[in-house]
């Protein structure tokens, strides 16, 4: 189990996020922070914002989950 917290960046101009990729984990669990967006999935070619939702997660399967050819698959996202 890994726990992340990213604060706040106060030059967040000068950031350049992370690289796509899927989770190498089973699972990512994670708690949006309201003020500040910034998870997105690519569907269909294109780059898609997920809205955080208050008092809601959001559940990645990661590659060790991943199934080709079935409903479970690993979340391509930056």
Known sequence: M?????????????????????????????????QVSGLQVLKDGKWLAIKPHPDAFVVNIGDQIHLDGALLLAIFHP
């Open 2 to 34: 890994a726990v992340n917290y990213y604060p706040a960046c106060p030059e967040p101009e000068l950031t350049y996020g992370l690289p796509a990729h899927t989770d190498p984990n089973a699972l990512t669990i994670l708690l949006q922070d309201l």
